[in-house]
Every structure is written in C-alpha cells, then in structure tokens.
C-alpha cells in the first residue's frame, strides 16, 4: 500500500491494536444477518434505505437519516442498513450485487457498464469485458429470480464456473 | 490486521510530526498521573486552546452572545460548560484521556470517541506513549478501514426542484479509497461513462489496475437533517427554526448515485480536493466525531453545506472555507468557496444522471429509432422492425433509460408491474449478443456549479409610469436564480427565488413605499415531448401592489400557481411556456369577491424566453379573470431584458397594467 511509505516517517504511537480485520468481517457480516428485515424484493438496495420497513411513505430524505445515526455508542452510520461491506472477495462481490441489483441488472442486459467493471473489481476477474458478455448470455437464468439474494449467488456463481473469466478473488 | 495497523499508524503521522518517540514506548499500560498536570501547563502556556485548529474541530465561533459552539450534542463536550469554553474544554479532553478502560463494553474510551482531538493534541504537546498509552479502538478502527479514505471529493448533486430541501442543491462528501493518479490531476472533466474501466479507459493512459477508480464503492458521508414531519408546513417552519437533528452519515456511493442520478434524476458535479494525506486522515478521524453527534439544523445557514464545509475546514486548518458563507448558506456558493483557496480543486468531473444519459442516447438516434424507443418504453413486447444487431441494441438501450427515468419511484418502490416490465425489457436486450460501448458524455462545462453568478443580487434603477410618473426602486433579493439572471453554472429550466423585496419611491408624491416582497417564487420547465409529458410549473407567494381597479395601488398578499407544457428549443436557447394560473390576492382595501378582502384570478400566461449568455429577455402575457370581483377582469403584459457584464447585468423591463404603461431601468449586481 502507498500509505506505508507515510508510515516510515511516523512512529508507532499504538501497539495496541489487535482486532483483526477478520474479526471486523466477521461481526459486520452478522450484523448484517441480524439487521432490520428487508423491504420486498429491494433487499439492501437503495429501496431498503428509502423505505425501510414502511412501504408507501414515499420519502426519499429518510435514505439519508434513517438507521443507526443516534446512537451513542456506534457513532457515524455504517454503510448499509441491510448489507455487509463491499470489500474484495466473494462477501463484498454479493453484497454489491443485492444492493445494486437494478444497475446491475440493466448493465449485464447491455454487457458493459460501470457496476459491471465495479464487480469485476470485486470478484477480481481479469476482463471487465469477459465479464459483462458472461452476464449478458447468461442474463435470464441470472436476474429472473425475485430475491436479490437469489440473483447474487446466480452472478457469483456464473462468475465463478467460467474458468477464462479468471475470477481470482471468487476462488 | 493490516487495516487496523494503517490507523495508528496514520494517525500517528499526524501525532508524530513533532516528536520521534522510542518504539519501546509502544507497550499499552496505565497511564502516568503525574504527565496530566505537565501537559495542561504545556497546553496553557501555548494557548493551544486558541489554535485555529481546537476552535474548529469544536466549532467554537465567536459571536454577539460570546464564543459558543454549533454543536448541540452534549455528549461531544467533555467539560460540563465545553459548548461555550474552549479552554475547559481542552483541560477536560486531556484528562479524560487519561481515564482508564470504561467498564462498559458498549462505551468508547475518550481517545477513540476523539480520535481528531487526540491526533491533534499528540502533535501540538508532543504526546508521550509511554506517558499516555493510546487505546486500542476496535469501532472507530473498523470505520477508518470501511473507508479506507486517501483522497476527498466533494460532490454537488444538481437543483432538485421536487423536494423543497433540495431545490437550491446539495453538497456531500465523497470520501476515495484511490488517490488521484497524474492523469487525473488534469482537470479535465470526464463522465463515468457507462465502459469498461471507469476512468483509466478515457485517459488511453496505462494505469495499474489497484489504482483504476471505482467510485461506486467510495463512502458518501452527507450531513443532513433527520426529518420527522411529513407536512410540508410544519417541515418549512421546523427546516427555518432549527427543531430538525442535523446528523452525519456514512454510505457507500454508490447509494448516493443511485438516489440522486438514478432516482431523483440530478446531474453530479464532483471536486476533487487536493488535500494531504494528513488531512485526509484528520477528515476521517473528525467526521468519526460528528457522527456521534449532532446539529440544530437550520436551513438558511447551518445546512448540509454549511457543516461539510465545517469539517474540511477542520481537518486542514490552512483553508478557508467558511470565512464567505453568509446567510443563506446556498450550495453552490460553498462550492465557489473552494476556489477562495488556490489549488484546492485539483480536479472537477461530470457523472449524469439517468435523464442526461437518456438525452445523449436518444440524441444518437434516427427518427425511426426514437418513436420505436418511445413504443418500446411503453409495450415492452412492441416488434422492432431494425433487422440489425446493432440498431436494436441502441433503441433498447434508450428505451431502459426512458423507461428508468419515467419509473424510478416505482422501481425503488419495488412495485410489481413497473418491475415486470423493467424485466422484460432487459431480457430482450440481453438477448442481443451485442456490448454496449461506453456512453461517452460530452461535459456541460457552462453549467458547472462554481461558475454561476452571486446567489445574492442587489438591484437599483429609475424609471417611469403613465400613471404615476418618475420613479426610483431599490431591489435585494437574498437568494437564487431567476429566468433571466445569467445562465452559466444553472440549469436553464429552473428558477427559484427566496426573499426578494422591492421599494419604490414615487417622485410625485414622495413616497416610499414596498413594491413587492416576495417569500419564494420558483418555476420548474419541463420540454414537453413524447419521452417526457410533465407539466412544467411556476409558483409563488409573497405580497405585490395591484396596479388594476381592484384597488387603490394597495400591496396585497399573493399566492399564485401555474402549470402547463413548455418547449425548450435550439439547444434551450428558446423557451416557449404556456400556463394555466390561479392567483389569490388579499388585502383589507380589495374590492374582492362579494365585497371581502380576498379575489381569485383565473387564467392563462404566456411566456416566451430568449436565454443568451450575454444577453437574455423574457416576455410574458397574461390573463386573469376574476369572478364576483371588481373588477371582473385584469391582465399583465411585460417584457425583461438583461445585459450580463459581469457581475452585473443592466435590466431594462416594461410592462403594461390595466392602469398604466411603466419602463424600469436597473443595474443588477450580483454577489
């Protein structure tokens, strides 16, 4: 990382840090399982943050003041109300695909476009372009699903069994 | 682990500027006592509580009641009177980070609950670890490495005219988890495009792919007001007074995309900020902060662009950002105080909402092509009679935007028939074996926010009136854009006007007397064709002097509002506005309906605009029918032309009245 030049001029002022980042996933992830119910088909996409457990109150504005902003103790609301975070890896790539299934969807429908050279990124795979062409055929039996759950594990695992899509953070 | 180390470690940059300390120092134990006393002499003998950098990561302001604090969470203060003393403030800090570990698991210790203070107070009194082992803090830890910060972008989400928060725009931050790499420091604008590698492919440059930007998965941290009210009255009155929380948030970005250029349909202008990495980690630490806290929110003046000024301005004490804010503090202001500091905005990029890629899509096509998108939008089954590969892909293509832009709310809403018919249009295009290439989107340089003229305009001229003779007005209106004012920076299809008021001395009588007062008046255009059938609208509410037989050239409160289609024609050049309108006046010396004080006025308006960036003129033909009133009918004809030199515009506008022919000449300065 870049940021460890900057840190040959500093001195450690903490040793005293020992969570690990795996510990951090881990606690996030089941924050996640045990987190507010979806709304509907939404999942965590961005209708989950709109209207959270209240369909019909058409308020955009509470997608940025919903959640756990009050709290004392957890201070500055975390990413997504419903979702892990979207890291690198397979965690990260399915949390990406719930909460930006609508994109994504119509981004694999045309085989190129910014989510899908973002969940390249993810899954690690070497072409973008490999990628959205993979999603474009395989489209219908990907998206058809109700669940955005049900559509991420579609993705992954298409991205997954084309071996010359390279995945590497998917293995 | 690697993440969690970075923290400390990049914190600790910014503690270690001053002193080197012995790795030895670093084994967490218990804290010193008798250090305690020796950095408060240290911290007093410096008044470091006067330090640029202490007032404003507390937000101490001096004003006419004395130094206070914006902040209005009692827990962000330490010392029992912290919200309006500095000093206590920073002798409670350095003692409670001396506390031990809270008993409480739920609880953070002091030095993680201010991981900004700490950092700033390690640097300025040279912190000994040894002395006063800094804490482990898992929380803010895990917030650092969620968004891996490097660089700072803050975003300008466009004039939203159909939510009343946002119609004068918004600004956020964007925190970036790529630093600018040197192609990027160009400043050249480009559009996220719809491509492969969102920005390496524009620039032909080969960029490692670690450093390709994906600003989707960046961490959108906003300010905003926590909105309990759903009735707009009691919203205003709430918004105006301060009864909302103001709060930080953190998301990813990609929900900022999606609810502002997806849903809401508004174009994003992002800054890149030059900062240093230092700052950059202080933005962090500081924002770790606020989110624990919160604001009074007021609308005019401490707003979401007001605060997130606020915290840059803390991470990095050497600029300047809040020193023009005044009051009210509008979003694009803040946005041009960003270039009050030299070299702060290293970049500036364009990413369009649905509605602009959508525009650019259907603007590539045949007429066949675009009645076919407009078919396909709406029956999705519709046969395409394009044989070719190719054609089909560009017509459905236009057609998923068309469909996206008409339906957001109910494909967010999750409703099931727009979400079926959303369905069946992708698996059709999906079944075309062709890639769409990437949307290239030409920037709409005149219309970035930084360019638009002074929020505030001040306006005195002199002219005359068949009726009344020579007079003279002075004119201040506190806020935004009118349909005539200078177009660059603005969307030619707004208008919203706040606080606008009107004198006006008679030289025949020599009186003075207020002309017009107006509260808010807005118009939202719309080009009205087949891909987008909404009603362009205008509204207003204020009082004006009626200039018929209704009365005696009384000021009358007034309420009126339009709706009707609109064109918006030679590249918006020319604009064609038919409304139907209603208007209310009230006032004790009306002849209103049966005699009361009050009267309705039906009827149409026609508007036509003529919008250059030198010049631009707005002629205006009502009428109004007023029924059970007297008199039964009234009627406004008028034209405004405008000048723009600068800063100032010269307005020559005439009018006709039931009563009178008037001319006005005024200088406009704008500021």
């Given at each position: 990382m870049r940021a460890s030049r900057i840190v040959l001029v500093a001195v450690m002022l903490a040793g005293a840090a020992t969570v690990s980042a795996q510990g951090t996933a881990e606690r996030t992830r089941q924050a996640a399982a045990t987190g507010k119910s979806t709304y509907g088909a939404a999942g965590c996409g961005l209708g989950s943050l709109v209207f959270g457990d209240q369909p019909g109150g058409v308020q955009i504005l509470a997608a940025t003041t919903n959640g756990t902003v009050g709290s004392q103790t957890f201070g500055i609301t975390f990413g997504t109300s419903n979702c892990g975070n979207a890291v690198v890896g397979g965690a990260g790539a399915r949390t990406f695909i719930e909460a930006n299934r609508e994109m994504l969807a119509k981004d694999a429908a045309r085989g190129s476009g910014e989510t899908i050279s973002t969940l390249s990124h993810l899954a690690g795979c070497a072409d973008a372009s490999k990628v959205g062409a993979a999603l474009q055929q395989s489209y219908e039996a990907n998206f058809s699903e109700a669940s955005s759950e049900a559509v991420a594990e579609h993705v992954i695992s298409t991205l997954q069994s084309d071996a010359s899509l390279a995945c590497g953070a998917l293995m | 682990m690697r993440g969690s180390l970075l923290v400390m470690r990049l914190l600790s940059f910014v503690a270690a500027a001053v002193a080197l300390l012995p790795c030895a120092a670093l084994a967490a134990g218990d804290p010193d006592p008798a250090y305690l006393p020796e950095l408060r002499a240290a911290a007093h003998a410096r008044k470091l509580s006067e330090h640029v950098q202490w007032r404003r990561l507390g937000r101490w302001r001096d004003g006419l009641t004395g130094t206070k604090s914006e902040?209005?969470?009692?827990?962000?203060?330490?010392?029992?009177?912290g919200k309006r003393d500095p000093a206590a403030e920073l002798d409670a800090t350095l003692a409670a980070f001396f506390e031990p570990e809270p008993a409480d698991a739920a609880a953070e210790h002091p030095q993680c609950r201010f991981p900004a203070r700490f950092a700033f107070l390690a640097r300025e009194l040279g912190i000994d670890p040894a002395r006063l082992p800094p804490r482990s803090c898992p929380r803010f830890e895990e917030f650092w490495s969620r968004l891996a910060a490097r660089s700072v972008t803050l975003v300008f989400s466009s004039y939203y005219m159909d939510n009343p928060s946002s119609a004068f725009g918004h600004t956020f931050l964007r925190l970036d988890k790529v630093a600018p790499s040197g192609d990027q420091l160009a400043g050249v604008a480009v559009g996220p495009g719809a491509g492969s590698d969102p920005r390496s492919a524009a620039s032909g440059d080969a960029i490692a792919a670690s450093e390709a930007?994906?600003?989707?998965?960046d961490q959108g941290v906003d300010y905003a007001a926590k909105v309990d009210t759903g009735n707009t009255l009691l919203y205003v009155v709430k918004g105006l007074a301060g009864l909302f929380r103001g709060e930080f948030t953190a998301r990813p970005y990609f929900y900022k995309v999606r609810e502002y250029a997806d849903y809401e349909s508004r174009d994003l202008w992002e800054y890149d900020l030059a900062l240093q990495p230092v700052e950059v980690a202080m933005l962090v630490a500081h924002l770790w902060e606020l989110g624990h806290t919160w604001f009074d929110y007021y609308y005019l003046t401490e707003n979401c662009s007001y605060h997130v000024l606020g915290a840059l301005e803390a991470a990095a004490p050497r600029i300047h950002l809040?020193?023009?804010?005044?009051?009210?503090?509008i979003p694009a202001e803040t946005v041009k105080a960003l270039y009050d500091n030299p070299g702060l905005v290293r970049a500036v990029r364009f990413r369009p909402s649905v509605r602009t890629q959508f525009e650019l899509r259907a603007a590539g096509l045949s007429r066949a092509e675009r009645h076919a998108v407009e078919w396909v939008a709406a029956r999705p089954q519709t046969d395409l009679a394009f044989t070719d590969d190719a054609t089909r892909a560009r017509v459905l293509d236009a057609a998923l935007d068309l469909y996206d832009m008409r339906r957001a709310k109910d494909v967010v809403r999750g409703d099931a028939g727009a979400l079926a018919a959303r369905e069946e249009l992708l698996t059709r295009r999906s079944a075309i074996p062709v890639q769409s290439p990437p949307l290239r989107v030409p920037v709409p340089r005149d219309r970035a926010p930084h360019l638009g003229h002074g929020a505030a305009r001040v306006a005195f001229g002199g002219g005359g009136s068949t009726r009344e003779g020579g007079f003279a007005t002075l004119e201040w209106r506190a806020a935004l854009h009118d349909l005539v004012d200078p177009p660059a920076g603005f969307s030619p299809a707004y208008q919203v006007e706040f606080l606008r008021a009107r004198l006006r001395w008679t030289e025949r009588t020599n009186d003075l007397r207020l002309d017009d007062a107006t509260f808010v008046e807005a118009t939202s255009l719309h080009h009205f064709d087949r891909f987008d059938r909404r009603l362009s609208y205008r509204l207003r509410a204020g009082a004006e002097t009626i200039r018929d037989g209704g009365c005696r050239s009384c000021l009358a409160a007034v309420a009126e509002g339009g709706a009707g289609p609109a064109q918006l024609l030679l590249g918006d050049r020319l604009t064609l506005m038919l409304t139907g309108d209603a208007v209310i006046h009230g006032s004790a010396a009306l002849s209103g309906?049966?005699?009361?004080?009050a009267r309705l006025g039906l009827g149409p308006t026609l508007a036509v605009r003529v919008l250059g960036a030198r010049a631009s003129l707005l002629a205006r033909a009502g009428q109004r029918w007023m029924p059970a009133?007297?008199?039964?009918s009234t009627f406004e004809l008028g034209t405004s032309g405008r000048l723009h030199l600068g800063t100032v515009s010269a307005a020559l506008d005439w009018r006709r009245t039931p009563l009178a022919h008037e001319v006005l000449f005024s200088l406009q300065v704008f500021r």
């Amino acid at each position: 990382m870049r940021a460890s030049r900057i840190v040959l001029v500093a001195v450690m002022l903490a040793g005293a840090a020992t969570v690990s980042a795996q510990g951090t996933a881990e606690r996030t992830r089941q924050a996640a399982a045990t987190g507010k119910s979806t709304y509907g088909a939404a999942g965590c996409g961005l209708g989950s943050l709109v209207f959270g457990d209240q369909p019909g109150g058409v308020q955009i504005l509470a997608a940025t003041t919903n959640g756990t902003v009050g709290s004392q103790t957890f201070g500055i609301t975390f990413g997504t109300s419903n979702c892990g975070n979207a890291v690198v890896g397979g965690a990260g790539a399915r949390t990406f695909i719930e909460a930006n299934r609508e994109m994504l969807a119509k981004d694999a429908a045309r085989g190129s476009g910014e989510t899908i050279s973002t969940l390249s990124h993810l899954a690690g795979c070497a072409d973008a372009s490999k990628v959205g062409a993979a999603l474009q055929q395989s489209y219908e039996a990907n998206f058809s699903e109700a669940s955005s759950e049900a559509v991420a594990e579609h993705v992954i695992s298409t991205l997954q069994s084309d071996a010359s899509l390279a995945c590497g953070a998917l293995m | 682990m690697r993440g969690s180390l970075l923290v400390m470690r990049l914190l600790s940059f910014v503690a270690a500027a001053v002193a080197l300390l012995p790795c030895a120092a670093l084994a967490a134990g218990d804290p010193d006592p008798a250090y305690l006393p020796e950095l408060r002499a240290a911290a007093h003998a410096r008044k470091l509580s006067e330090h640029v950098q202490w007032r404003r990561l507390g937000r101490w302001r001096d004003g006419l009641t004395g130094t206070k604090s914006e902040v209005d969470g009692e827990a962000f203060f330490l010392a029992p009177g912290g919200k309006r003393d500095p000093a206590a403030e920073l002798d409670a800090t350095l003692a409670a980070f001396f506390e031990p570990e809270p008993a409480d698991a739920a609880a953070e210790h002091p030095q993680c609950r201010f991981p900004a203070r700490f950092a700033f107070l390690a640097r300025e009194l040279g912190i000994d670890p040894a002395r006063l082992p800094p804490r482990s803090c898992p929380r803010f830890e895990e917030f650092w490495s969620r968004l891996a910060a490097r660089s700072v972008t803050l975003v300008f989400s466009s004039y939203y005219m159909d939510n009343p928060s946002s119609a004068f725009g918004h600004t956020f931050l964007r925190l970036d988890k790529v630093a600018p790499s040197g192609d990027q420091l160009a400043g050249v604008a480009v559009g996220p495009g719809a491509g492969s590698d969102p920005r390496s492919a524009a620039s032909g440059d080969a960029i490692a792919a670690s450093e390709a930007r994906y600003e989707l998965l960046d961490q959108g941290v906003d300010y905003a007001a926590k909105v309990d009210t759903g009735n707009t009255l009691l919203y205003v009155v709430k918004g105006l007074a301060g009864l909302f929380r103001g709060e930080f948030t953190a998301r990813p970005y990609f929900y900022k995309v999606r609810e502002y250029a997806d849903y809401e349909s508004r174009d994003l202008w992002e800054y890149d900020l030059a900062l240093q990495p230092v700052e950059v980690a202080m933005l962090v630490a500081h924002l770790w902060e606020l989110g624990h806290t919160w604001f009074d929110y007021y609308y005019l003046t401490e707003n979401c662009s007001y605060h997130v000024l606020g915290a840059l301005e803390a991470a990095a004490p050497r600029i300047h950002l809040l020193q023009r804010a005044r009051m009210p503090v509008i979003p694009a202001e803040t946005v041009k105080a960003l270039y009050d500091n030299p070299g702060l905005v290293r970049a500036v990029r364009f990413r369009p909402s649905v509605r602009t890629q959508f525009e650019l899509r259907a603007a590539g096509l045949s007429r066949a092509e675009r009645h076919a998108v407009e078919w396909v939008a709406a029956r999705p089954q519709t046969d395409l009679a394009f044989t070719d590969d190719a054609t089909r892909a560009r017509v459905l293509d236009a057609a998923l935007d068309l469909y996206d832009m008409r339906r957001a709310k109910d494909v967010v809403r999750g409703d099931a028939g727009a979400l079926a018919a959303r369905e069946e249009l992708l698996t059709r295009r999906s079944a075309i074996p062709v890639q769409s290439p990437p949307l290239r989107v030409p920037v709409p340089r005149d219309r970035a926010p930084h360019l638009g003229h002074g929020a505030a305009r001040v306006a005195f001229g002199g002219g005359g009136s068949t009726r009344e003779g020579g007079f003279a007005t002075l004119e201040w209106r506190a806020a935004l854009h009118d349909l005539v004012d200078p177009p660059a920076g603005f969307s030619p299809a707004y208008q919203v006007e706040f606080l606008r008021a009107r004198l006006r001395w008679t030289e025949r009588t020599n009186d003075l007397r207020l002309d017009d007062a107006t509260f808010v008046e807005a118009t939202s255009l719309h080009h009205f064709d087949r891909f987008d059938r909404r009603l362009s609208y205008r509204l207003r509410a204020g009082a004006e002097t009626i200039r018929d037989g209704g009365c005696r050239s009384c000021l009358a409160a007034v309420a009126e509002g339009g709706a009707g289609p609109a064109q918006l024609l030679l590249g918006d050049r020319l604009t064609l506005m038919l409304t139907g309108d209603a208007v209310i006046h009230g006032s004790a010396a009306l002849s209103g309906v049966n005699g009361s004080g009050a009267r309705l006025g039906l009827g149409p308006t026609l508007a036509v605009r003529v919008l250059g960036a030198r010049a631009s003129l707005l002629a205006r033909a009502g009428q109004r029918w007023m029924p059970a009133a007297s008199p039964g009918s009234t009627f406004e004809l008028g034209t405004s032309g405008r000048l723009h030199l600068g800063t100032v515009s010269a307005a020559l506008d005439w009018r006709r009245t039931p009563l009178a022919h008037e001319v006005l000449f005024s200088l406009q300065v704008f500021r």
